[in-house]
């Protein structure tokens, strides 16, 4: 059989990773289900080989305590405004918003590869039980309504929702 050739843009792919990250597996395929399209014909899997790499190291430039989980959901009334999709992470207690930074550079692209991911910020909160839903009043009147998604069955996020859990929540 002959392998499906994909067309695939390298950047959205990178985009739609972090995607992925910050909205969870919804806004992954709603904002950049693009990324790939088949050209044809079934895949040969015969002789192929798939590596996981695991991310050893995530590396936060900035982190920001929120009093609470309602402040933390309003960071995200811009993106929501736009018709972005925009959900928190929830881990450990802890509801959290990551940024992580593209591997623009060779020596970034060189530790995403090798598992070390760089994130510019994120902005947490301590929620002690979990909410799938965070909803606040806003200025303009009305109330947001901002989704939480439960992330602690994946490694990475159960980590990073202990170490902020661990560093508390202190007022602003």
């Known amino acids: 059989m002959e392998r499906e050739r994909f067309w695939y843009l390298g950047f959205l792919g990178f985009l739609g990773f972090l995607g992925f990250i910050r909205t969870g597996f919804f806004g992954f395929f709603a904002f950049f289900g693009f990324f790939v399209i088949p050209k044809r ?3 040969d899997t015969e002789g192929l080989e798939i590596v996981h790499v695991p991310i050893k190291k995530i590396i936060v430039l900035e982190v920001i305590p929120m009093r609470s989980p309602e402040d933390l959901a ?7 405004s736009m018709g972005q999709p925009a959900v928190l992470s929830w881990a450990n207690g802890v509801a959290f918003l990551s940024s992580p930074l593209p591997p623009s550079t060779d020596k970034l692209m060189n530790n995403y590869l090798n598992g070390i991911i760089y994130w510019s910020g994120i902005h947490f ?9 965070v909803k606040v009043e806003i200025e303009t009147g009305g109330t947001l309504e901002v989704g939480v998604m439960d992330v602690s069955q994946n ?18």
Do not use: H, T
């Not at 170490?163 to 508390?168: A, C, D, Q, S, V």
């Open 41 to 43: 014909g079934p895949v």
């Open 74 to 80: 309003i960071q995200l009334a811009p993106m929501i």
């Open 125 to 133: 909160a301590l929620m002690p039980e979990y909410q799938p839903i």
């Open 155 to 172: 490694r990475v996020f159960n980590d990073v929702g202990s170490w902020l859990k661990n560093m508390g929540a202190s007022p602003m």
